[in-house]
T-cell receptor, first 111, second 114 residues
Framework: GENVEQHPSTLSVQEGDSAVIKCTYS??????FPWYKQELGKRPQLIID?????GEKKDQRIAVTLNKTAKHFSLHITETQPEDSAVYFC??????????FGTGTRLLVSP | EAGVTQFPSHSVIEKGQTVTLRCDPI?????LYWYRRVMGKEIKFLLH????????ESGMPNNRFLAERTGGTYSTLKVQPAELEDSGVYFC????????????FGDGTRLSIL
């Protein structure tokens, strides 16, 4: 079955710096890759997603890139702010099937 | 639109007791999923309903877990009898019919087994 690896497990940056989180997946049939942000005690919130027919997608300060050949995808956050501090999860799935999550990255943005 | 709602938000029970969690998906969402996050680890899939039918229950840990979605609306997840290792946060998510639709999560139920 699908296996998703996520790195780093923790990431500390200064406000205004960029943050990059990387994930790799094993199932070449996976075609949908969402990213979720989970603040302490709150629900996982979808922040951006990408489908396998696209190589890059941007939404303001957030971007995701996908390399299907290498089977890895990354989340890029520019101009980080303290409110970006949270746990970020990558995931992979086929169509409307289950999401397989990475182990999460705890991002800390210091003022 | 109202989001995915889960009840209760917290539940503390003793080992051997029974607990039932409830999830109300976003109205009109045919797909309903249950996930669990244990001890700060990754979020793991439990099962997937399409309307009232179980599409995939490969993540259910054992037969102490029973999920239902009668009528294709809300869903319940019963744990009977509860064991210590069942502690964790149980999330429900829902999505529209069709491929690659975003899954929207509820706030989760934090289950503690003593």
């Amino acid at each position: 079955g699908e296996n998703v690896e996520q790195h780093p497990s923790t990431l500390s940056v200064q406000e205004g710096d960029s943050a990059v989180i990387k994930c790799t997946y094993s199932d070449s049939a996976s075609n949908y890759f969402p990213w979720y942000k989970q603040e302490l005690g709150k629900r996982p919130q979808l922040i951006i997603d990408i489908r396998s027919n696209v190589g890059e997608k941007k939404d303001q300060r957030i971007a995701v890139t996908l390399n299907k050949t290498a089977k890895h995808f990354s989340l890029h956050i520019t101009e980080t702010q303290p409110e970006d501090s949270a746990v970020y999860f990558c995931a992979a799935s086929r169509g409307f099937q289950k999401l397989v999550f990475g182990t999460g990255t705890r991002l800390l943005v210091s003022p | 639109e109202a989001g995915v709602t889960q009840f209760p938000s917290h539940s503390v029970i003793e080992k051997g007791q029974t607990v039932t969690l409830r999830c109300d998906p976003i109205s009109g969402h045919d797909n309903l999923y249950w996930y669990r996050r244990v001890m700060g680890k990754e979020i793991k899939f439990l099962l997937h309903f399409v309307k009232e039918s179980k599409q995939d229950e490969s993540g259910m840990p054992n037969n102490r877990f029973l999920a239902e979605r009668t009528g294709g609306t809300y869903s319940t997840l019963k744990v009977q009898p509860a064991e210590l290792e069942d502690s964790g946060v149980y999330f429900c998510a829902s999505s529209h019919r069709g491929g690659n639709q975003p899954q929207h999560f509820g706030d989760g139920t934090r289950l503690s087994i003593l």
